[in-house]
């Protein structure tokens, strides 16, 4: 089992950029696929990001297709989400998650952590 704690989230202008960060707890951390998810107002949680357990893979939704990066240390036992060039539409609490298998399917995430809200204004 793993324990997540997201932080990094706030308020930014569009345009700006935000690094979110999540903190794992557990040896076992190095052993599972990351994602990150996201839900907005009043919109069913959807993906983000996602990286292998390795880090040699990432996959990421089109939406945020060269302006957000997931990368991970596991020696820190953290995985991070850089985003650029926010824009109005990326605001959502966002969710760091650990799956068994590198998942870009909601359902496929085992364990969530608390959310962290972004809030992007125009």
């Known amino acids: 089992q793993v324990q997540l704690v997201e932080s990094g989230g706030g308020l930014v202008q569009a345009g700006g950029s935000l690094r979110l960060s999540c903190a794992a707890s557990g040896r076992t951390f190095s052993s599972y696929a990351m994602g990150w998810l996201r839900q907005a107002p009043g919109k069913e949680r959807e993906f983000v990001a996602a990286?292998?357990?390795?880090?040699?893979?990432?996959y990421y939704t089109d939406s945020v297709k060269g302006r957000c990066t997931i990368s991970r240390d596991d020696a820190k036992n953290t995985v991070y989400l850089q985003m650029n060039s926010l824009k109005p539409e990326d605001t959502a609490v966002y969710y760091c998650a650990a799956a068994r298998v590198f998942a870009w399917r909601t359902l496929e995430y085992d364990y969530w952590g608390q959310g962290t809200r972004v809030t992007v204004s125009s």
């Open positions: 990286i292998s357990r390795r880090g040699s893979a990432t």
